[in-house]
Each structure stands twice: as structure tokens, then as C-alpha cells.
């Protein structure tokens, strides 16, 4: 089975990222934008020079492609934006997924109308503060004064889950890339960390665990569509589940890698598991999508890959 992209895909990704990587990365970009909020700016900018704004990802195959590169260009250069809700869009409202009981909302301080939604399609107008000062999720803003407004169709919450795993995808590729070239780097006891039988198994396996997510990523976009049924709903679930546990687990072997040095905001590591904290756990964290999960596994619902 064929399951690269196609070219035209490819080379827009590529062309998304070289424009993201022109902003500095997590060291020029996303880092002062913690301390400065309107560097931000600049994301945006670039975003529309791309042309993200047209794309129609809901309606048109070819920008929902588009979309998901773009998602990952943003992680792998840790744009400091929110793309997903913006891509997501509702009569120009950004669309976010929350919790309801503990709602947040990253990069929840920009201007403009937001639309606020939950797992079971309820949607809410709501009060959003000022960021935290918290290091976990620099831009996360605390949503108050939830009112229901209405109902998101589940497709639209699959799709946003769908692009979001995207977004990770990207970000742990870089988080890795870094990770590899510490250890490729580093020596001790007159040889390089990458000599070690365990260091060489530990990357294998993060290596493994990222096709995995590129191909559960790519397989739940290609199913997606407007009239999505159960079966589409648990797609975008696992999608989501699985990029959050291998952003649990990838982070954690970074660290484990690079010891001190991946908790310092010198090293790019200290950034990526910053920002990446709320797509990792948000809107849901991953026990809870599993207990949204389970009851479709025995009424049959679920598919994979192996199906």
C-alpha cells in the first residue's frame, strides 16, 4: 500500500517549514513570545503568507493535506500559534477543544472570537483572562463564565483531533532529530553515547514508536470525512491517544538522554515539552480518551490498520 504523500503535499510542507524556520525556532521565536506576547505576530504573519487561511480543510481533500503538513511544519518548529483552531475555524470564531471542568485554552489571549467545545459536541461562549505565568503551557489561559451555545458537529471534533496528533507528529520529529545529534555528540568513557547498546535500543524504539504515529496519523486523515460515524469518531481517538503517549514517552527518553541539560531552557528540548504540554493533555488526558474509547471497542466500532 502507497501511503506516502503526494509530492505537491510534500513540497508545501516543506515550504511551510523553511517559512516557520525563518522566525528563530523555540530559542528566537518561541521563547521571548513566553515573555512578549505580540511576537506572536510574526506566526501569524507567516501563516498567511503561506496561504493557511484559504485552505478549506473540512471541504476540500487537497487542503485537508495541506493542513496536516502545515500542523507539522508548526510542531517542528514550535510555532508559537495556535494553528489548529485557526484552521478549524467556525464562522471565524477559532475553534478549541476543552474540558469543561478544568477549561483552558492555549494561546487563549489572542484577539478575535473563540469558540469553545467539548468532547460530547457542546458548545460554549466563555470568558478568556490573561495568560498564567506557569512554565507547563507558557500561553494556556483559564476560561470563565462558560455559557452553552449551541453543538459542534462531531466531525469537526474529529478532524481537530486528527490535525492536532499532526502537530505533535511534528514536534516530536525534532524533539528526536535533537536527542540523536546530543548523543551522536556527547562521549563518555571515550566513546560517543550512541555506541551504547542501550542509548542505540532507546532510540530505536522512539524511532518505531514516530512511523507508527506518521502512519496511524495519515490513515486516520485518509478515512476522515464531513458525515463522520462512529467509526470515524474512534479513529480520530486512537490518533489522539497514540500521539499523546508517544509525546509522553519521548519526552521522557529525551530527558533520560539528556540528562540536565533537557530541563535548561539552552537546550530546545526544555521548550518543545513546555509548549507541547497542552496538545498532549488537552482536551482530555489520555486515560480519560481511553474511557471514551473502550465502549466502542466491544459494540465493534473500532478499526486499525491490521483490520
Known sequence: METSLPEHIREFGRVAQHRFETLGGPQESSLPAERNGTLRKPAA??????????LDVRNDPESRLAGAVVARAAGA???????????MAIDGARLALIDPRIPRVDHGDLPGPWLLADLDGISYSATLGARSTA????????????????????????LHLILQ?????????????????HVKARTQFGKTLSEFQFVRFTIADASVTLRGLEEL???SLSRWTADTDVIGWTDALMCKIKAAEAGIQLMRTSH?????????????????????????????SVEALSLRLSPEIGAGHVETLFS
Open 45 to 54: 504573519a507567516a501563516l498567511a503568507e503561506i496561504g493557511a487561511a484559504e
Open 77 to 87: 518548529t514550535l510555532l508559537p500559534y495556535p494553528v489548529i483552531e485557526d484552521l
Open 135 to 158: 512554565k507547563l503551557g507558557p500561553f494556556l489561559v483559564k476560561a470563565t463564565d462558560l455559557s452553552p451555545v449551541g453543538t459542534v458537529a462531531r466531525c469537526d471534533l474529529a
Open 165 to 181: 496528533s499532526w502537530r505533535i507528529l511534528g514536534a516530536l520529529e525534532r524533539a528526536l532529530e535533537i536527542t540523536c545529534d
Open 217 to 219: 496519523a495519515k490513515f
Open 256 to 284: 533520560q538522554l539528556l540528562g540536565a541539560l533537557g530541563f535548561c531552557d539552552e537546550s530546545d528540548i526544555s521548550v518543545i515539552d513546555r509548549h507541547l504540554q497542552p496538545a498532549l493533555r488537552l482536551p482530555e
